[in-house]
């Protein structure tokens, strides 16, 4: 059973730092380009970051780029999202993303909440 799983969201003061977790499993996960969505209300769901198979090639929206890094452990089967320097305009639900040519998972997302 395949399965994405988000953890370390939560309510953190603009400026601050969140590190985002998400865990595979299921499938292989090192097959797979592994991306970070974020979605706020009322707004559709936007692509935050992306990192190839092997770690070697990182996309980042342009909105988080030079804050957020994104990263991967094949051996652990999980990816993260390292925010730094957050802004109240970084709330959201963050979901995790696998995708493999037409093969593709979702988790269930975590909520950040950047707020004093």
């Known amino acids: 059973q395949v399965q994405l799983v988000e953890s370390g969201g939560g309510l953190v003061q603009p400026g601050g730092s969140l590190r985002l977790s998400c865990a595979a499993s299921?499938?292989?996960?090192?097959?797979?380009?592994m991306s970070w969505y974020r979605q706020a209300p009322g707004k559709e769901r936007e692509l935050v970051a992306l990192?190839?198979?092997?770690?070697?090639?990182?996309n980042y929206a342009d909105s988080v780029k030079g804050r957020f890094t994104i990263s991967r452990d094949n051996a652990e089967n999980t990816v993260y999202l390292q925010m730094d320097s957050l802004k109240p305009e970084d709330t959201a639900v963050y979901y995790c993303?696998?995708?493999?040519?037409?093969?593709?998972?979702w988790g269930r997302g975590t909520q950040v909440t950047v707020s004093s």
């Open positions: 990192i190839e198979i092997f770690g070697g090639g990182r």
């Open positions: 993303n696998a995708r493999l040519a037409r093969s593709e998972y």
């Open positions: 299921g499938f292989t996960f090192s097959s797979y380009a």
